[in-house]
């Protein structure tokens, strides 16, 4: 293991990457590709995915390790900041070919990618075998802060292979362009105009509430006829990726100091007790016992709270993903009020961008802080729990809360007592049933008890703060990751940056890649590349859109009712969604300039 | 001072009012007489809340003191929790009587309640100035804890002459009865129907935004016809009492003692802190200059952050009031859906009525809590920026956030660097303005500066991170002691105990106390005892229904329409309060079993 070797080593490979980038970069389309469109980009999502998964990796390597870039030398490490902030744009520069390679759309552009995945992954596996272990924090956290990475190329590596292959079956480009784009809009509105489905729908908001309901709300399942936007496959896989990192690194920073104390400890450790006046047992051997105990019980406190933690987060960012689903929908339909309190207008604005372009960011960040606060408030409760409640039970030392209790019973008595007797009293002394309703009786009473309880009831109150200081606060702590709600009340929701980032996000999504509006868009296109005489191997094109619409091969005499909900449907569609009237309007005089005959024979 | 004597004159006083309260049992009324009709009470708002403010005064004193009762010796004082317990009824029981002359209406009651509140007032005044100092917190915190409480007495003792000297004055027991009920119902009703008042408040939400008004929605006022019901009052008056004994306690339990490490700094100190490796000037007297600067420093935290709490919270119990003036109008209207977000049917229930009696007293723990919560956190938070701010600004010490800014400050340059970036690129690069509307231009460009941004991206939404916690935290805190809104999210707003309490709460309260319902008892109940054959001085009031409703005096040509909007309005309010149906309908019945004939007649 010559750390100058492998320096030189990979040195050398990324000048072969960069190489490769170039070449990427002159193939295929001329000057900078596009990485990748985000807002119309319907197949290939795992391929995006991945590669960001690689970046917020690699961002946990820069934020984290000393030497932020791989080709500096100890000795260039003086102003490390500089080199830091080099490295935030080095990494997304460096992966940027892996993204260009697929929107080329050409055999060329597959087949350098596989090149440049093999050989990403090749060294990054390779560099890990030669040296396995790290000297920070933890023997093999850097073996195992490199997993999500290695099997993100892994899959890379199995994805261009796979497209190679796909192209190269003959398909032409065209059709696997049309099919990329058009397969799911189709799908979706094939969806929407498919009756039966509506009604199962419609049907859903009737239903009672169960329990089972409500844990099926907590898990993402796949829907027909809807995908999610491209953003937010990539904002929910960077933040899995984000707990796996954050989670191991709580683990790695706590237990293996956990593992040295445990070691370090001796008969002298009774005697520094002693020094200061902890007398855990009389003997030594009983002292060390106490206390390696009293650490286990640490060590396993610390893992539950990661645990818990880390499940809660996850349920969450299911949670998130259903409840976008559910904005989305509800969106594209043009039910505004039903996603916002106060009408918005669903149109571009300069902020909207901003929030969209920063959104999957964001959505990573909030999920590593929650983690981290979600993992320091469990920690704390679990230590609480474990050494005032479950050792005192255990074991009978550190009654400090059992003794505060037992000063404290009569007062607690009282206090449910008088609980107690409110419930007894109103329950049976002071409602009666009359006409079917229940009325309040025996007034005189009523109000007497509510004088005299006046002073019980206030240390009730207090009682009942706390308890609403705990709920909010823990409730708070465990949807700081959900970007699709507020924290704050609704009337001032506006005012927390991050749901005022989603509602943004979700203007931009909604205005840019209606489903509807796209389809409607191939279609047109379609018709204006048939009239400049380009010939195609499909000649029905031209009615695609009404094939489209009629796919259900209705009864002829239902033919017009279809029509007349198809008309409703478009009509309502632009109502609701004022943006697409711009996109139709210029779409329509651009086609009547240019083909008018063909609009009108077809 | 023979605290003896004092004992044992506390006793004979409290024998005197005894005898007192069981004198005030037997007249009057018979049984036990109902304390105050808190669903009813029109009148002497300010009687009931004076002695509410001095029941929360004396609870304060329970709580507190090790001494609870006036009565104990210091020897009985072995088993303090029974005590305590038993004086959590025995205030209540004690003032009891300066409630229960009032509601007896009679001269003789006025009389004793006079002497009562004489006696009580003058007792508590006697005691103040013989021994106006106590050992504990503060020498002057006894005088000042019963300040309010005082001025509670000397209020009291002024309302009741002026009471005494109203029912001399010639008007029957039945008038005043009539002007105290009926008077507020009138006037709330006259508004209802007055069609130009209605214009003026339909006409408010189209108002555009203006900072005034948001200010003047945390203000206050009274508005013509409307009365805030007695729990509200007595909520509003215990809460602004709760926060001057709260406040008072924090001020008396940190002043004193700091003053006292103040004088206790001597030169042997900055021997200690050098023993601890702390060196903060070479000089002792300088060392002894600096820790006494800070001390001041701390102090002047410590004030300024009650201040600000205090003022945060009275703020906060005045948009309250504003808030319950508004939830009950619009309850009142029957817009149920302008105050909840679930449909909820107003209808007591038994839950209900345990909220409606403990909601007075939940209101005093949570703004206790509330400001003690805020003053722990702005304190802190004054602290933080004083010592890590203004002094190292002041005097170049404590250089530690400063050091942090220097180190960090490529990173936070490159950061707003980014975040100029985008904004710029978003507002002249990405949109540009066609048919009337903002569309998204140069993708390409957005999609790859979305790529490469997107670690720095995460880095911003780190700190977007830390603003969302800061704010919720800061938030919930402030709105802590606000019973009508909740600090979760609106979906599971249900989980807050205070607001269920709150919710439950005004169900009874418009279920109960209705104005329109209380004026259409009144009417009923006038013509039933008119029917049964009593002598009434006016002849007119069993058109007095009818005058109220024409006591606009309108053009004859208009009489149709107006007698329509009233039928409208009643049809509507029943529509709307179902609950009014049953009240109605079996008042109804009674009439109509009764006096068939009048009814028709009339």
Partial sequence: MAPVSLAVL????????????????LNGVPGIPSPVNFLEEEKNKGLVATVFGILICSLCRVILDDNPLP????????????WKILALFYYPALYYPLLACMTVRHRTGDILGSMLSWLHCGILIWQKIECPQSAKFYRFYSLLSALPEISCFIVLSFIYPALLLKNCKGASKFAANKASGRSYCEKYLKNILNKNQQKARSYNPNQSFKP???????????????????????????ATIVVYQVALLVLVFFLPTMQRIQDSIGDDFALMLAGFGIVLAEDKEEVVNVVKYYLWALEVCYIS???????LTVAM??????????NLKALYRGAVSDVFHFPQKLRPTHSAIISWMSFTSYQAALTCLGLLLQQTVFFLCNVFFAFLVIIPLAYGRNLILFKFLKAMWPVLLMMALVVILQHLSARFAFLHKEHLQQEVTNRRILYLLTYLLFPVNFLLGLLVGIWRIVISALYN?????????????????????????YCHFLKIEVSQSHPLLKAACFVLLQLLSRHEGQTRNKPTDVEEGIQLMQSKKPV????????????WWVAYTLLKNPSLLASRASFLFQCTSNGAQTMSSS
């Avoid at 953003?231 to 929910?236: D, G, K, P």
């Fill in 556 to 567: 002829l005499n239902k033919v017009k009712s279809k029509q007349a909900r198809v008309r």
């Fill in 477 to 501: 702590i465990v949807h700081l990751c959900r970007l699709d709600l507020s924290l704050l009340h609704h009337a001032v929701e506006c005012f927390d940056p991050a749901y005022r980032n």
């Fill in 305 to 311: 709270a990661l645990v818990i933690s880390c499940g």
């Fill in 212 to 238: 089972w309901l409500l844990l099926q709300s907590y898990i993402y399942t796949s829907q027909q006829g809807f995908q999610l936007p491209m953003t937010l496959v990539l904002s929910a896989t960077v």
């Fill in 71 to 82: 080709f500096l030398s100890d000795t260039s490490l003086q102003n490390r900041e500089y």
């Fill in 10 to 25: 990979v040195i050398l490979s990324l000048l072969v990457k960069r190489r490769k980038l170039c070449k990427g970069c």
């Fill in 317 to 326: 960012l299911m949670r998130s993903l259903v409840m976008h689903r559910t």
